[in-house]
């Protein structure tokens, strides 16, 4: 595709979507994904759902502010839109 073909267009070269341990466990499945959600479990374990609310609300401000999981759009494929 040209230069032209792609101004204006939101090009994502750096950006994607972080999945957390319950959606790997539901990819995987049971017998797939023990190793991955152990790991994973950790770096969730102090995300509440207060906090999550108050880092987006952060990151609509300035979405550079908040980082990891709980950037806007780290876990969200809507908010990752968002936040492009």
């Known amino acids: 595709m040209s230069h032209a073909a792609q101004w ?3 090009l994502d070269l750096d950006g ?5 341990p ?4 539901d990819l ?6 023990g190793p991955i959600t152990q790991w994973l479990a950790p ?7 207060e906090l999550r609310a108050s880092a987006r609300e952060q990151a609509l401000q300035d979405v550079g502010a908040v980082r990891g ?3 806007l759009g ?3 494929p809507a908010d990752r839109l968002l936040a492009l």
């Open 69 to 71: 999981f709980i950037a």
């Open 43 to 49: 770096m969730f374990a102090g995300i509440t759902d």
């Open 8 to 10: 204006g267009r939101i």
């Open 74 to 76: 780290a876990t969200d």
């Open 16 to 20: 994607h979507v972080m999945f957390g």
């Open 28 to 33: 995987l499945g049971p017998e797939h994904a």
């Open 22 to 25: 319950d959606v790997f466990a």
